[in-house]
């Protein structure tokens, strides 16, 4: 089955650096598109990034030039690399895995806290 394990997580001041990172099973990886997204306080669900098995990504607006998202094939991980983070970034964070029908697989997240 698949599953999904974030972590990385944390407390940072603005204008700092996180690493996110999420180990996925259950599926073969290295064919896969993943993501990110997250969920601000009493806000939806956002996408925030996409990796492809080609390694192609794409961002969104609110974090394009901020954020890097990456893969390792190897050891089947997946990973979000935040910078210059400011209080609006502080959300649950989740990895994604979107099967060829549509369902979609989420990790438990990790919640990322900016504030000084």
């Known amino acids: 089955q698949v599953r999904l394990v974030e972590s990385g997580g944390g407390l940072v001041q603005p204008g700092g650096s996180l690493r996110l990172s999420c180990k996925v099973t259950g599926l073969n990886f290295k064919l896969n598109t993943l993501g990110w997204y997250r969920r601000p306080p009493g806000k939806e669900r956002e996408w925030v990034a996409t990796?492809?098995?080609?390694?192609?990504?794409d961002y969104s607006e609110a974090v394009k030039g901020r954020f890097t998202i990456s893969r390792d094939n190897v050891y089947r991980m997946l990973y979000l690399q935040m910078s210059d983070l400011k209080p609006e970034d502080t959300a649950h964070y989740y990895c994604?895995?979107?099967?060829?029908?549509?369902?979609?697989?989420w990790g438990q997240g990790t919640q990322v806290t900016v504030s000084s």
């Open positions: 990796i492809t098995s080609g390694h192609t990504t």
């Open positions: 994604n895995f979107r099967r060829s029908d549509s369902v979609d697989f």
